[in-house]
């Protein structure tokens, strides 16, 4: 069984650029979350996707956004780069959420903005 | 809020010393559990994880036990290797959603 794929593995942008990340999940995973990870913040969490709704969002300015498709793929947007948002930008899905299911991450995206 | 605190690294060791990397946890409820751990260059993979109480994971010679009367969930392995160096995060998960709250990870370095 293929594992979470993510789009680009690597992006370099400028400020005030937008970018919009993809994540395809493990076939049969309805559950779809992303994940911020930088060297000063640690593993933050950004938002969780179940059945094209968003089910939980962390403490991040509206400038990121996401949504998910029918066959449970998830695209993150950021507008308006900042150099802050340079980060390994992890996706990870799950089965069916009902709460303490095992998270499979994929390798991630590596944003640096400039 | 609920949160993880896991020891400061980095642990540094040589092969086949023992291994204990603690992780105490705050949350309403009673969460989830898990450890995951970071190789160069990739993404996360799931350790272990224990959902309830007394619950032990384990996985490739590392255990860790969720405790709820000290609300800690500690990382052992008896003998570790080259190949385990890697930052080691504990994690917990409450209620009905999969959302994920991590401590800052712990790097660990083995030594031949």
């Known amino acids: 069984k293929a594992g979470v794929t993510q789009t680009p593995r690597y992006l370099i942008k400028t400020r005030g650029q937008q970018v919009t990340l993809s994540c395809s999940p493990i076939s049969g995973h309805r559950s779809v979350s992303w994940y911020q990870q930088t060297p000063g913040q640690g593993l933050q969490f950004l938002f969780e996707?179940?059945?094209?709704?968003?089910?939980n969002k962390g403490n991040f300015p509206g400038r990121f956004s996401g949504r998910q498709f029918s066959n449970s793929r998830s695209e993150m947007n950021v507008s308006t780069l900042e150099l802050g948002d340079s980060a390994l930008y992890l996706c990870?899905?799950?089965?069916?959420?009902?709460?303490?299911?095992?998270?499979?991450f994929g390798p991630g995206t590596r944003l640096l903005v400039l | 809020g609920d949160s993880v605190t896991q020891m400061e690294g980095p642990v540094t060791l040589s092969e086949e010393a023992f291994l204990t990397i603690n992780c105490t946890y705050t949350?309403?409820?009673?969460?989830?559990l898990f450890w995951y751990v970071q190789y160069p260059g990739e993404g996360l993979q799931l350790l272990l994880k224990?959902?309830?109480?007394?619950d032990k994971g384990s996985n490739k010679g590392f255990e860790a036990t969720y405790r709820k009367e000290t609300t800690s969930f500690h990382l052992e392995k008896g003998s570790v290797q080259v190949s385990d160096s890697a930052v080691y995060f504990c994690a917990l998960s409450t209620g009905n959603t999969d959302k994920l709250i991590f401590g800052t990870g712990t790097r660990l370095q083995v030594f031949p």
């Open positions: 949350a309403t409820g009673y969460p989830s």
């Open positions: 996707y179940f059945s094209e709704t968003q089910r």
């Open positions: 224990a959902t309830k109480a007394d």
């Open positions: 990870a899905s799950s089965l069916p959420g009902t709460g303490g299911e095992t998270q499979y």
